[in-house]
């Protein structure tokens, strides 16, 4: 072990393979505890944040969290090189029902115990308990991946500062009335005993659903009329059939009362245009305001009575008559079979049905009649649509807005309450008497008549409800600090398109109504990682791939480079395994490449570097120039993974395969002194200078190889805070052109060899035949390179014209014929000779 003048020991010798293990955990501890990932409150440089989405709790690092974190990463390292004061915000979110639902089992298993049986402050505690103990799992993850977050500032949703940013918007929120109390249906979980969002409800195709039909008796008995549905059990709590009020078939009943067949009530028909499709089924639809949606709106359009079935486990409650305590779902043939019974079933069809699944638990989800917390959301969406139609908030990629606009315009109020433990309990508190009292301090008494009998509201909020307030909260808000002045608002709000509406739109809900900025002028939203095949990964097909695995085989560096190359704008990622291993050995050939530049860079001061002496020099200085610059462009546009492909192309294409192997005669060979030095400073500059480019991608292996690179005096103790490439006058077009030329001709020439299958260490004699004279002076200059590279006996620079070797296998570009010389002719005739002798023909 060596050890370099910033003090930390240098790991692996240059001489062996790079072995990611032994480099990547120790810069990952080095960097931070030198302080370089914080980010100043008060800065002359001018602000760069992003705030990372917060995992869950109980999360595990998985694929999509290591492209974030890359995407993330790369952008905060890029911008921080560039001279901002680049802060990445990193925390945790509690994740109300995971968590809750986590520790629970863990509660049954280990004690044959549920939260009940706890009690709600010892199973909080618990809760608390394990998250000291596994909280901190998914940082310990982001931190090995190299991700550079400001871990000083670290946030849970659940912390002081959170729960105080949450009960301010909340009471705000009240008070401004924008958040009310109200009794609505609500999508209910039965398995989880919570009301939903309509965002947590995941809709269910079902091509064939079953229409069932039977008959409502006319309760003066003159007749009966038949209704058609796909849930037969909720007539329990029918308080009407509706009809059209055109259909001839049924004009003259309405008005009229039918008689319930299995229950002791009688319920009107009525006429209702906007809910009966008179071509669905057979015209006539049975209403069920407390446990379907439409039936609600017809109920209250209709003022009809609002008759709950259902227990909140889902199973009937007394209003069920004699099917009292049957679960929902094995009701629906009791029902059918009393119905039969009664001689009222009139068959069936199939239909189509969306059915609606709780997204977390998959149990089928019951529209209930129920008392729930809402946030008005129109009022709150509307600037949202008007800061994104000006401009200031913009997406990428743009078709994003779109879907946004689609959303926000059909928006539903949103409910927020939750009837869950573990979370932010409701700061709402209820007298005797049913008053409310929002308050963001416990208060002492109704503030209506001055009870001091109060008890809290005992659900949550939902978890988004605190996530959403996360770009300014995590900043101090809802007191006006410093660093909220400084990175407030965001600069890029980065995350997977699944949250959309979940989660960024209600950022720029709530941020736009707290602050009155936009909390993020940008939004960039990446694409999903599958399997190299292109499905979606899930534990159910098996085909799940962990990132600290690949990790572990390839390194954080080669996994972060491929996910950056492939995060394409608004394409899946298909992920490969072979792919990674090929950044692997990307790595690897930084490191020999690096060796080889080491091996002859005696003499050479960094300070003074030596100008280049041949177009091999003034070329790779050119092209790193303008690598460095499209780079810089692609970061810009957010085009990470042309970037990535960029740095790739040029360290490999260009440095690695050319411009090494064309300095082997300048730095070995018998060349001027000066030549030596021009071709040694070219290439440690271009190096370097690519390590930098390549830095906020492949954090690691970058550090280790710069560290052992001679550097000017005053330079930066690490490459992650050293200067990104800047703008320079090192194009230089002449020197491209030629090299363009001459490479463009040396790979005609091996593909040449490839087309006869000639082994590739066989030399073999090349006959160029040059456009003009201008060409002929290039190759002639170029020749000794030419030779070597293309692994030629003998190469033969033509006259301009001359006549080709017959026979012989050729490829064109458009300043030169390269030819392979044919077997038998051990020589063509002289050009001038031949050029007579042919030149008629
Ligand atoms: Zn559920
Ligand atoms: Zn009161």
Request: one cysteine or more; a neutral charge.
């Given at each position: ?141 982001h931190r090995a991946l190299g991700a550079s977050l400001d871990w000083e500032r670290e946030r849970f949703t659940m912390d002081e500062h959170s729960s105080r940013a949450v009960r301010e918007a909340f009471v705000r929120l009240y ?345 993020f002028r940008v939004v960039f939203l990446h694409a999903m990682v599958r399997d190299k095949h292109g499905e979606k990964m899930s534990k159910t097909r098996g085909n799940v791939i962990d990132p600290l695995d690949l990790t572990a ?161 005053f330079h930066a103790p690490s490459i992650m805070i050293e200067r990104y490439p800047a703008p320079d006058s090192l194009l230089d077009p002449r020197a491209e052109a030629e090299m363009d030329a001459l490479v463009r001709a040396i ?95």
């Amino acid at each position: 072990m060596a050890a370099t003048e910033t003090g930390i020991a240098v790991g692996p010798e240059l001489d062996k393979p790079y072995e990611p293990s032994q480099v990547e955990p120790r810069w990952a501890r080095e960097w931070e505890q030198r302080g370089y990932f914080h980010a100043q409150d008060v800065s002359d440089r001018p602000p760069y944040c992003i705030v990372l989405p917060p995992p869950n709790v109980t999360g595990s690092l998985h694929l999509g969290h290591a492209l974030t974190a890359t995407i993330e990463d790369a952008l905060t390292r890029w911008k921080r090189m560039s001279g901002f004061n680049a802060l990445w915000q990193p925390g945790i979110d509690h994740a109300g029902i995971a968590t809750q639902l986590v520790v629970e089992r863990e509660l049954l298993r280990t004690e044959r115990k549920s939260r009940h049986d706890l009690g709600r402050a010892e199973f909080i505690r618990r809760v608390w308990q394990w998250k000291d103990q596994y909280g901190s799992r998914i940082a310990q993850q982001h931190r090995a991946l190299g991700a550079s977050l400001d871990w000083e500032r670290e946030r849970f949703t659940m912390d002081e500062h959170s729960s105080r940013a949450v009960r301010e918007a909340f009471v705000r929120l009240y008070q401004e009335g924008l958040l009310y109390r109200s009794e609505r249906l609500i999508h209910w979980c039965v398995k989880d005993r919570t009301a939903l969002s309509d965002l947590e409800v995941e809709h269910e195709e079902h091509a064939q659903a079953e229409l069932y039909k039977f008959a409502y008796p006319l309760a003066d008995g003159s007749g009966e009329i038949v209704v058609a549905t796909t849930r037969p059990e909720t007539m329990l709590g029918d308080t009407a059939v509706a009809v059209h009020p055109d259909d001839p078939r049924y004009k003259a009943m309405i008005g009229k009362l039918v008689k319930h067949p299995l229950l002791d009530r009688t319920i009107p028909i009525i006429a209702d245009a906007e809910l009966v499709d008179p071509k669905f089924g057979t015209g006539a639809v049975k209403v069920t305001p407390a446990h379907s949606f439409e039936d609600f709106e017809a109920g209250k359009r209709n003022r009809l009575p609002m008759i709950n079935i259902l227990n909140l486990d889902g199973t009937l409650n007394e209003n069920a008559g004699r099917f009292k305590g049957q679960d929902r779902i094995a009701a629906r043939p009791a029902i059918k079979a009393a119905l039969k019974e009664l001689g009222l079933e009139r068959g069936s069809e199939m239909h189509h049905l969306a059915l609606g699944r709780c997204q977390r638990c998959e149990g089928v989800v019951e529209p209930l009649l129920s008392k729930q917390w809402f946030v008005k959301t129109k009022p709150l969406a509307d600037p949202v649509i008007e800061a994104v139609e000006a401009g200031r908030i913009r997406f990428v990629p743009e078709q994003w807005k779109a879907e946004l606009f689609r959303w926000l315009r059909n928006i539903h109020d949103w409910c927020v309450s939750r009837q869950l433990w573990w979370g932010h309990q409701i700061p709402a508190w209820y007298c005797e008497y049913g008053h409310v009292t929002v308050a963001r301090e416990t208060p002492r008494e109704c503030e209506t008549c001055h009870s001091g009998r109060l008890t809290q509201d005992p659900d949550v909020l939902d978890t988004w409800f605190s996530s959403g307030l996360w770009p300014f909260s995590t900043l101090g808000w809802p007191d006006d600090t410093p660093a909220l002045r400084t990175f407030y608002p965001n600069s890029v709000m980065e995350t997977g398109f699944d949250i959309l509406f979940f989660w960024v739109a209600r950022m720029a809900m709530l941020g736009l109504h707290f602050t009155g900025e936009v909390p993020f002028r940008v939004v960039f939203l990446h694409a999903m990682v599958r399997d190299k095949h292109g499905e979606k990964m899930s534990k159910t097909r098996g085909n799940v791939i962990d990132p600290l695995d690949l990790t572990a085989k390839y390194g954080a560096d080669a996994l972060r480079f491929t996910l950056a190359s492939m995060a394409g704008q608004g394409r899946d990622i298909k992920l490969d395994e072979k792919r990674i291993e090929g950044y692997r050995a990307f790595a690897n050939k930084i490191w020999n490449a690096a060796r080889f530049v080491l091996r002859s860079a005696d003499g050479y001061d960094p300070d003074r570097p030596a100008p280049p002496a041949s177009v091999y020099d003034r070329w790779i200085l050119s092209r790193f120039q303008r690598c460095a610059d499209e780079t810089r462009q692609a970061m810009e546009e957010l085009r990470l993974n042309d970037a990535a492909n960029g740095i790739y192309r040029f360290v490999w294409g260009e440095l690695c395969d050319w411009a090494i192997e064309l300095s082997k005669p300048a730095l070995y060979g018998d060349r001027s002194p000066a030549e030596r030095a021009g071709t040694q400073a070219a290439l440690l500059q271009s190096l370097e200078g690519a390590l930098r480019l390549l830095h906020p991608f492949m954090p690691f292996v970058t550090e280790e190889v710069w560290q052992r690179l001679p550097k000017r005096s005053f330079h930066a103790p690490s490459i992650m805070i050293e200067r990104y490439p800047a703008p320079d006058s090192l194009l230089d077009p002449r020197a491209e052109a030629e090299m363009d030329a001459l490479v463009r001709a040396i790979d005609g020439a091996r593909s040449l060899r490839g087309e006869v299958n000639l082994p590739p260490n066989q030399a073999v004699p090349l006959v160029l035949v040059p456009r003009d004279g201008a060409a002929q002076r290039l190759f002639e200059a170029h020749r000794q390179a030419f030779s070597r590279l293309a692994n030629a006996s003998e190469v033969q620079v033509l006259a301009p014209g001359a006549p080709r070797p017959r026979q012989a296998a050729a490829h064109v570009e458009p300043e030169v014929e390269v030819h392979r010389r044919p077997k038998w002719s051990r020589r063509t005739a002289p050009a001038r000779q031949s050029w007579k002798r042919n030149g008629t023909s």
